[in-house]
């Protein structure tokens, strides 16, 4: 097990321990510290949840409306650069593509909600569903954001 600085000779017998590659006896007996074996273990952790899980950031907007694509985004800016440069036929062009626009990925979003309705056995998606319809969105837990324990 590479160890990069994150965690020292003990707490690797001790983490052997717990994924089952050492003797529980090595373990405690080369501990020292509960604090030290816990701290370095929650560092493991940590360092192997940065290794696996994607960062991504989504930036939401509270007006915004779930239909709202980034094609329907580029068609509002056309329409707005039209109308800021007078020529009253781009405008009229532009108007027509962003309703066909906003009727497509109004159409697209109605069916991606539709699909969570399409099996029935398939509770989850169901559930989903409903929270999509209802606007449900759970609570975050009530904790520090310190994954260290105390």
Same mark, same amino acid.
């Given at each position: 097990m590479e160890s990069e600085g994150i965690l020292d000779t003990t707490s690797n %017998?001790?983490?052997g321990y717990y994924l089952g590659s050492s003797e529980p006896t090595a373990a405690y007996s080369n501990t020292t *510290?509960?604090?030290?074996? #816990? !701290?370095?273990?929650t560092s493991y952790i940590g360092k192997c949840i940065d290794d696996v899980v994607?960062?991504? #950031?989504?930036?939401t907007r509270p007006n915004q409306k779930p239909w709202m694509t980034a094609e329907v985004r580029a068609l509002l800016k056309a329409q707005d650069s039209a109308f800021k440069a007078g020529d009253k036929v781009a405008l009229r062009k532009a108007r027509a593509k962003l309703s066909r626009g906003i009727r497509e990925a109004k159409r697209a979003h109605g069916q991606s909600i539709h699909s969570h %309705?399409? *099996? !029935? !056995? *398939?509770t989850r998606r169901m559930w989903q569903?409903?929270?999509?319809?209802?606007?449900?969105?759970?609570?975050?837990p009530a904790c520090d !954001? *310190?994954?260290s324990l105390p």
């Open positions: %017998f001790a983490l *510290d509960s604090e030290e074996y #816990t !701290s370095s273990v994607v960062s991504k #950031t989504i930036t %309705f399409r *099996d !029935s !056995s *398939d569903g409903i929270q999509t319809v209802t606007n449900y969105k759970t609570t975050p !954001s *310190d994954v």
